[in-house]
């Protein structure tokens, strides 16, 4: 019995993350596509998550995938492939908040990053949210980018101090300064 080839494109999709990225070292770009396709829309979430200007999510998502499409030969594989890219997205976003710094002032940064709500956020409460993210807004990079990464895409606390080029003490502590002012701050909202 022969089985039935499957078109490129599905094969590619079908091939777990370091194995896209081992075929992207080697000049396969369509590989990288699938990369970029399956991890965009989350790098993207964090950058909206973790930055205050809406009109730069996108460029500092599309810095970070030229970053790592150039950085892929020397990417060694001693994380996984999506902590490398949430560690380039990290410094692609600090870069960018330093570039804002020097051109602008504090004053003019907005408050709260204004994403558009998904489904699961629309059918929570809208009062909430908003303090929630007032509250993440005025917390240090580091300190809000950990919670993200912990909170809400559940990364292991090695990955996340990877990510940030810190240790897994310093992101504990954060995370739990974090959750303990956020408790402090938004306890109005507790059943």
Same mark, same amino acid.
């Given at each position: 019995?022969?089985?039935?080839?499957?078109?490129?494109?599905?094969?590619?999709?079908?091939?777990?993350?370091?194995?896209?990225?081992?075929?992207?070292?080697?000049?396969?770009?369509?590989?990288?596509?699938?990369?970029?396709?399956?991890?965009? +829309?989350?790098?993207?979430?964090?950058?909206?998550?973790?930055?205050?200007?809406? $009109?730069?999510?996108?460029?500092? %998502?599309?810095?970070?995938?030229?970053?790592?499409?150039?950085?892929?030969?020397?990417?060694?594989?001693?994380?996984?492939?999506?902590?490398?890219?949430?560690?380039?997205?990290?410094?692609?976003? %600090?870069? $960018?908040?330093?570039?804002?710094?020097?051109?602008?002032?504090?004053?003019?940064? +907005?408050?709260? $990053?204004?994403?558009?709500?998904?489904?699961?956020?629309?059918?929570?409460?809208?009062?909430?949210?908003?303090?929630?993210?007032?509250?993440?807004?005025?917390?240090?990079?580091?300190?809000?980018?950990?919670?993200?990464?912990?909170? %809400?895409?559940?990364?292991?606390?090695?990955?996340?101090?990877?990510?940030?080029?810190?240790?897994?003490?310093? %992101?504990?502590?954060?995370?739990?300064?974090?959750?303990?002012?956020?408790?402090?701050?938004?306890?109005?909202?507790?059943?």
């Amino acid at each position: 019995m022969v089985l039935p080839l499957l078109p490129r494109g599905e094969l590619l999709a079908s091939l777990s993350d370091e194995m896209l990225a081992r075929r992207a070292q080697q000049g396969d770009s369509e590989a990288f596509d699938v990369l970029v396709v399956r991890h965009g +829309p989350a790098l993207l979430r964090f950058v909206a998550r973790t930055y205050p200007e809406r $009109a730069e999510y996108d460029d500092i %998502v599309q810095e970070t995938f030229i970053a790592a499409w150039k950085g892929l030969p020397s990417f060694a594989f001693r994380s996984q492939f999506r902590t490398w890219l949430y560690s380039l997205a990290s410094r692609k976003t %600090v870069d $960018a908040m330093r570039r804002r710094r020097r051109d602008f002032d504090i004053d003019d940064v +907005p408050d709260v $990053a204004d994403v558009g709500a998904g489904p699961s956020e629309r059918a929570l409460d809208g009062d909430f949210l908003a303090a929630l993210s007032r509250e993440l807004s005025q917390l240090p990079y580091a300190a809000r980018a950990a919670w993200w990464l912990r909170e %809400v895409y559940d990364l292991p606390l090695a990955e996340i101090a990877t990510v940030l080029r810190t240790t897994e003490g310093s %992101v504990r502590g954060n995370l739990q300064r974090t959750r303990k002012r956020l408790a402090e701050t938004l306890k109005d909202f507790r059943p």
